[in-house]
């Protein structure tokens, strides 16, 4: 995703985008992000002042982020809600 995605008014479009494309099943081995945490579950879990996604088999970490660095949070732009 480029910078000038997530410029004020292009930003929750871009991130909808994103959740679409990490959502849908793909089976192309080219596209990483299309495969990243698919066919597994994972849970994501506020801790504090923290967002963490975590790897329930092996409780692992994931990745984490500050809730105070979070611009957007964006879904269901295509249903029309």
Known sequence: ???EDLAPGKSSIAV???IRQLSY???NLHD???NWGEGKDMLL?????TLNLIDP?????LHTQPIVS???WGVGRDNGR
């Open 32 to 34: 990483t992000a299309g």
């Open 57 to 61: 088999l092996g409780q692992s970490l």
């Open 25 to 27: 099943h793909k089976s």
């Open 70 to 72: 979070i611009r957007v």
């Open 16 to 18: 909808n985008n994103c």
């Open 45 to 49: 879990l506020l801790e504090d002042d």
């Open 1 to 3: 995703m480029l910078e």
